[in-house]
Structures are given as structure tokens and as C-alpha cells.
């Protein structure tokens, strides 16, 4: 028997809870949207925030003085430092400063002359000729000469994926997208085992007894640039393979019937639909390639120093300011340049498209066809591209279970040998694997709500959605070694709070947030064009029938986009495995080094080693491409 009133008090906790639960429902989406802008404030733009504060102050008191000195020293900005030392002697200083950007716009200088690249002067010598470009100057001449070998690769292969029909092609346009989830320290292991005094194409030539050639050392910059081709021309590829694909025939026929040559009518109908994919793609790899880190830090070391790998070596002689300071103006630039990105492709994606595809020739339908000169140039290119593509990894394989004197599986058992009888300070290399899988997997568990969430705010939001989009996509203009001095110098080393509290995020918790800021936007952009593609109409009848926005989200579009979030999160898995540029600040003397942070540490001392430990993360690296290109692919059926 029930006591008075016991049955009113808990039919009156039953509602309050039901009411509870109804209001969590339908602020849901809200609350989730507010913790996400919590996370991203706190893991995203206080770091940045840390970056800047140390730039401008000095013992608690506003100053430029650091700006003053980096911008006035020849070291950093070469014959502009004259201009910035001396702001009204600029028109003084115009003609130097036009002559300098031309040079680093047409990839053309004395001192690095593109035919057999000399190998530079190391940049601790204030006096060497580099210097006369400046580390932003030699950054971005880098990065044109990069663009430059990018598009002259990518090209070609947009050429023959989009024209010719082949066996393969479908495959090969697919693997288009693997440079995006290799780790660029492995890149850099595998371009080391291909062209090192040990490497695969020194045994090649070994067999018609010539060798062995120190070719990294002969020409580290050329190494590099085509290591960043490795990289960026596959994405110039693809965006123009894209552009290609939509070009209107009848526009070209049309052209024909009217005298144009083939020739004409492809320069005056199909270039000016291609230019801007090839645009877009060349300024993309230009900002990917002036921000460059592992691969110069990898095969350049500082006789390569680019902006990033001068930052890197900053923090590691405990010089934040300086850090902090260079940190700043790439991030400016950085900026500036996406800026420009984003509004050329905004300019771009209300361009009309062909409504008739041109049609795919077979390759080679015939024996007569395939020795014609324009095949033969392609089998040309074919081998180019094995060279350059298929080589670096083929290299990492081989080279992990070879030496100077055939098969060997001693690097392997190095790493085992030093699995267990290394000490504790020692790198280990299950640890290292052990901590690369857990980060992923916890960096899919922060990133991929994340990138949902902003995917729902950006495309249900309106005009607002853009602002929030531009917010949200900070870490694609932030390096990650930037990114990792603001979490080293403000969440590591802890922030003060009122009250005597003291905030600090240590540890894997820091890697994790930095490997999750650094993953969720690929999320966002996996998931955001499939959300902003359902039709309005299913979400408004499943708010007719009473459905809260977060009910309809979940049980209606969610299940529409899963591809999208199980290839982003893919994506993410893998970028958190390949995340080198912040890992490597956090992890400085700790036990939460990862298997890209390993390959390096390795890499200093054996060859042998790194290349066996690349070759693991090489695997690890292609499951995760598996989902991408399976399961995905499983669910768009």
C-alpha cells in the first residue's frame, strides 16, 4: 500500500523528466552546436590566440620589437628588409622589390639556376647568397618551383584520365586521392630509400657498374621539389580531370563546323574552361607547399629551411618569440593567399558546365595507333610517373628488407631488438604504434561530431553558414607546427585562471586535440556537399509530423550521408596516423610519440630503421585508404 501522495510525486517526477527530455530533444542540436564552438574556442582559437599574445608582448607590456627585428633582418626577408627598415624610402626600394617578386613568380634566379640545381649554402651563414632572397623569399620560391613541377605532372595525367578509356582507369583516377592520406615524413623516407646512396635507383645503376651517385646531397632542393610534385600533382590531376569531364562537346563541334582547326578550337573552347581548375589547383599546391614542413625538415634539414622548418628549429632552442613572430606572418600570408582561393572558387562555382561530356577514346586500340607519336608520349609520361610515383613506395618496401649486399630482414629485427632491450628514453617502436592507432581512434571519436555538427550549421544556417565555414576552416590555413606552439605554449605549459586555477591540457590529451583539430575539417568537407544535396522537403515533412530538428537530422538526413561521414572519417583516422608537424612539438621527450614521429627520430641516426618503421606506417596508411575507397563506396550504393 502506497503512502499519501506517493503517487502524485512521482507522477510529477515522470513529467518533469518527460519534460526534460523533450527540451534536451529539441535543443539538442543547439547545445551540440555550443559544445563544438566550446571545443574549437578553446582547442583551436586559444592556441592561435597564445601565438599572437607572445608575439606582441614582452614581460606584460605591448611591443613590436619582435616584429621590428625579424622584419628588418636580411636573414628573414633578404632585400626587403631595406624597405621595412626604412618605410619612407619605399619608392626608393620599388624597382628591387619588382624585380624580386618577378623572380619568384617566373622560378628564375642566379643563385638556384633550375638545370642541375646547385646545392644551396646552409642558412646559419648570414652572408651566403640565399640570403638575398630571405627565408620567406627562398619559401616561396620553393613553393613556385613546386607548383610549377606540380602542374607540369598533373597536366598530362588530367589529359589522358579524362580523354582516353583504359583498363584501370577508373582505379587509377581513384588513387588520385592517396597523396592526401600519406604522412609526409613517410613520403620523404620513401624518396630517401629511392634516391639515397643505398637507395633503389643506386642499385639500378649499380647493375651497368655505375654508382653510387650522393644524389640528395647533389641536388636536396630538386629532391624536394619533386617530393612536393609527389604530393600536389595528383591534386592538380584530379580538379582538372573534373573540369575536363564537364566540357560542353557541342560547344567544340560547334567551333569545328565553323573552320576552326582541333587545335584552335581546343585552345579557344577548352582551355578557357579548363584555366580555372588548373588555377585553383596550382594555388592550392602553392599555399600546401609554402607551408611544407616534414619533407625539407626530412631531405633539406636548415640547408633547406623553409618558414616552418625555421620555426620548428625556434621552439627547439626555446626562442617562442621568434617562433611566435614567424609563426604570425605566415599565418598572415597563409591567409591571404586561401582568401584569394576561396574567392576565386567562389567566382568559379556559378560557371555554367556542358551538359554533353566529351567522349573517352580507347587508348590503344590497335598496334599501328600505339606507336604513333602521341602514344609513345604518353608511355613516356607512364614511365615518368612510375618513376616518380610508383618508385618512392616501391623504394620503402624494398628497402625495408634489403641492404648493400641483398635480402635482409636485420632492420626489422633492429626495431624488434629494440622493442625489448631498449630503455624507456629510448623511441620503441610498439609504443609508437600502439600510440598512433589510439590517437586515431580517438581523434575519430572528437572529430567526426565535430565535422558533422559545423556541416549542419554551415549548410542549414544561410548566409550565416558561409561566416561559420570560414571560421570553422582555420586549421586548412594554420600549419600544424603553428597550431603546435600555441597548444605547447598556452594549454601544455597551463594558462592561469582567477581564483588561483590553473588550465593545462598535457599529454595524449594534447596530441588527440591537435590531431582532432587538424582531421575535422575534412569531415566537414566529406559530409557538407551530400547534406547541402538532400531535398528541404523530406527534413519539413518529418517536422510535420512532429519530429524535433535533432530527431529528423538523426533518423532522415544522417542515414542520407553516411558515405560522406564514413569516408571523413576514414580521412580522419588517417591524418591523425600521419600527423607529423604539431605531434612532433608535443611529444618532445615524452612516451607519446607516434609512429611518424618515430620514422623521423630514426631517420637521424639509421636509415635502415626509419625505412623499416615508414614501411609499417605505409600499411597502416593503405588500410585506412581501403575504407575510403570500400566502404564509402559500399555506402553510396
Given at each position: 500500500m502506497s503512502r499519501p501522495g506517493g503517487s502524485s510525486r512521482f507522477g510529477r517526477r515522470w513529467h518533469r523528466s518527460a519534460a526534460a527530455r523533450r527540451w534536451l530533444e529539441r535543443h539538442a542540436l543547439a547545445l551540440t552546436a555550443l559544445a563544438t564552438a566550446a571545443i574549437l574556442a578553446v582547442m583551436l582559437y586559444l592556441p592561435v590566440g597564445v601565438v599572437f599574445?607572445?608575439?606582441?608582448?614582452?614581460d606584460g607590456a605591448a611591443t613590436l620589437a619582435f616584429f621590428r627585428a625579424v622584419l628588418t633582418d636580411p636573414f628573414y626577408f633578404g632585400v626587403l628588409a631595406d624597405i621595412f627598415a626604412e618605410p619612407l624610402a619605399v619608392r626608393g626600394h620599388l624597382e628591387s622589390l619588382v624585380g624580386w617578386l618577378a623572380a619568384i613568380s617566373l622560378s628564375v634566379s642566379l643563385e638556384y639556376p633550375l638545370p642541375g640545381l646547385d646545392l644551396p649554402v646552409p642558412w646559419p651563414q648570414v652572408d651566403a647568397p640565399a640570403v638575398r632572397?630571405?627565408?620567406?623569399g627562398f619559401t616561396a620560391y620553393q613553393a613556385a618551383l613546386s607548383t610549377v613541377a606540380s602542374v607540369a605532372l598533373g597536366l598530362p595525367a588530367a589529359y589522358v584520365l579524362a580523354n582516353y578509356e583504359f583498363r584501370g582507369r577508373r582505379t587509377l583516377r581513384s588513387l588520385t586521392i592517396l597523396p592526401f592520406v600519406l604522412p609526409g615524413i613517410m613520403v620523404a623516407v620513401g624518396f630517401y630509400a629511392m634516391f639515397g646512396r643505398a637507395g633503389t635507383l643506386n642499385q639500378l645503376l649499380a647493375i651497368g657498374g655505375l654508382g653510387p651517385f650522393?644524389?640528395?646531397?647533389?641536388?636536396?632542393?630538386?629532391?624536394?621539389?619533386?617530393?612536393?610534385?609527389?604530393?600536389?600533382?595528383?591534386?592538380?590531376?584530379?580538379?582538372?580531370?573534373?573540369?575536363?569531364?564537364?566540357?560542353?562537346?557541342?560547344?567544340?563541334?560547334?567551333?569545328?563546323?565553323?573552320?576552326?582547326?582541333?587545335?584552335?578550337?581546343?585552345?579557344?573552347?577548352?582551355?578557357?574552361?579548363?584555366?580555372?581548375?588548373?588555377?585553383?589547383?596550382?594555388?592550392?599546391?602553392?599555399?600546401?607547399?609554402?607551408?611544407?614542413?616534414p619533407i625539407v625538415l626530412a631531405l633539406g634539414g636548415l640547408q633547406l629551411a623553409t618558414v616552418e622548418v625555421w620555426i620548428y628549429d625556434r621552439v627547439r632552442q626555446l626562442a617562442?618569440?621568434?617562433?611566435?613572430?614567424?609563426?604570425?606572418?605566415?599565418?598572415?600570408?597563409?591567409?591571404?593567399?586561401?582568401?584569394?582561393?576561396?574567392?576565386?572558387e567562389s567566382a568559379q562555382s556559378g560557371l555554367a558546365r556542358?551538359?554533353?561530356?566529351?567522349?573517352?577514346?580507347?587508348?590503344?586500340?590497335?598496334?599501328?595507333?600505339?606507336?604513333?607519336?602521341?602514344?609513345?608520349?604518353?608511355?613516356?609520361?607512364?614511365?615518368?610517373?612510375?618513376?616518380?610515383?610508383?618508385?618512392?613506395?616501391?623504394?620503402?618496401?624494398?628497402?625495408?628488407?634489403?641492404?648493400?649486399?641483398?635480402?635482409?630482414?636485420?632492420h626489422y629485427a633492429f626495431l624488434l631488438e629494440r622493442q625489448l632491450e631498449g630503455a624507456d628514453y629510448q623511441t620503441l617502436p610498439w609504443i609508437a604504434i600502439r600510440n598512433s592507432v589510439l590517437f586515431g581512434v580517438a581523434t575519430?571519436?572528437?572529430?567526426?561530431?565535430m565535422g558533422v555538427i559545423v556541416s549542419v550549421v554551415t549548410v542549414r544556417a544561410g548566409r550565416g553558414g558561409a561566416v561559420v565555414d570560414t571560421l570553422a576552416m582555420l586549421p586548412l590555413a594554420v600549419s600544424g607546427v603553428v597550431f603546435g606552439i600555441g597548444l605547447l605554449q598556452g594549454l601544455v605549459f597551463g594558462i592561469s585562471l582567477p581564483g588561483g586555477w590553473r588550465f593545462q591540457v598535457t599529454g595524449a590529451v594534447a596530441i588527440v586535440a591537435a590531431h582532432a583539430v587538424a582531421a575535422y575539417p575534412f569531415v566537414t568537407r566529406n559530409v557538407s556537399p551530400l547534406l547541402a544535396n538532400l531535398d528541404p522537403a523530406m527534413v519539413e515533412s518529418a517536422r510535420a509530423l512532429g519530429a524535433s530538428r535533432y530527431r529528423a537530422l538523426r533518423d532522415v538526413e544522417l542515414p542520407l550521408v553516411a558515405s560522406g561521414i564514413v569516408a571523413g572519417a576514414a580521412f580522419a583516422f588517417a591524418i591523425s596516423?600521419?600527423?607529423?608537424?604539431?605531434?612532433?612539438?608535443?611529444?618532445?621527450?615524452s612516451q607519446t610519440y607516434t609512429m611518424p614521429v618515430a620514422v623521423e627520430r630514426y631517420l637521424g641516426r639509421r636509415s635502415g630503421p626509419a625505412i623499416a618503421m615508414g614501411t609499417v606506417l605505409l600499411f597502416v596508411t593503405a588500410a585506412s585508404f581501403v575504407v575510403v575507397d570500400r566502404v564509402g563506396g559500399r555506402f553510396e550504393q
Open positions: 599574445v607572445n608575439a606582441v608582448f614582452d632572397k630571405g627565408l620567406f650522393p644524389f640528395i646531397e647533389w641536388n636536396p632542393l630538386a629532391i624536394v621539389i619533386v617530393a612536393h610534385a609527389f604530393y600536389n600533382a595528383p591534386l592538380v590531376a584530379r580538379v582538372t580531370v573534373a573540369a575536363w569531364e564537364s566540357v560542353d562537346v557541342r560547344a567544340v563541334e560547334t567551333a569545328r563546323s565553323l573552320g576552326a582547326s582541333p587545335r584552335r578550337a581546343f585552345h579557344d573552347v577548352v582551355v578557357p574552361q579548363l584555366l580555372p581548375a588548373v588555377l585553383t589547383g596550382a594555388l592550392l599546391t602553392f599555399i600546401f607547399t609554402f607551408m611544407t614542413f617562442y618569440a621568434e617562433a611566435a613572430t614567424l609563426a604570425i606572418l605566415e599565418t598572415i600570408l597563409s591567409l591571404a593567399l586561401t582568401y584569394a582561393y576561396l574567392r576565386y556542358g551538359a554533353t561530356a566529351p567522349s573517352r577514346t580507347p587508348l590503344f586500340p590497335d598496334l599501328r595507333t600505339a606507336l604513333s607519336p602521341r602514344r609513345l608520349a604518353i608511355v613516356g609520361y607512364g614511365l615518368v610517373t612510375v618513376v616518380v610515383f610508383v618508385g618512392p613506395m616501391a623504394s620503402l618496401v624494398v628497402g625495408s628488407v634489403t641492404d648493400g649486399s641483398g635480402f635482409t630482414l636485420r575519430l571519436v572528437v572529430a567526426v561530431p596516423i600521419g600527423e607529423f608537424s604539431s605531434t612532433v612539438i608535443l611529444a618532445s621527450g
